[in-house]
């Protein structure tokens, strides 16, 4: 148990329920996450995006 099983419960979900139209969105939401946390962790970019939350 564990993020992996996060992920592969969400495929299942996708290919049962065919809303593949929702991949996209998962995708981007993730990187958007990912980008926050790179960018705000030791950048000259954290004490603006610590406001923003």
Do not use: T
């Amino acid at each position: 148990m564990g993020k992996l099983s996060i992920i592969k419960e969400l495929y299942l979900y996708l290919k049962v329920r065919k809303k593949w139209w929702l991949a996209p969105v998962i995708i981007a939401l993730f990187l958007f996450g990912a980008v926050i946390i790179l960018l705000g962790q030791s950048s000259w970019l954290a004490p603006i995006i610590y406001p923003l939350f």
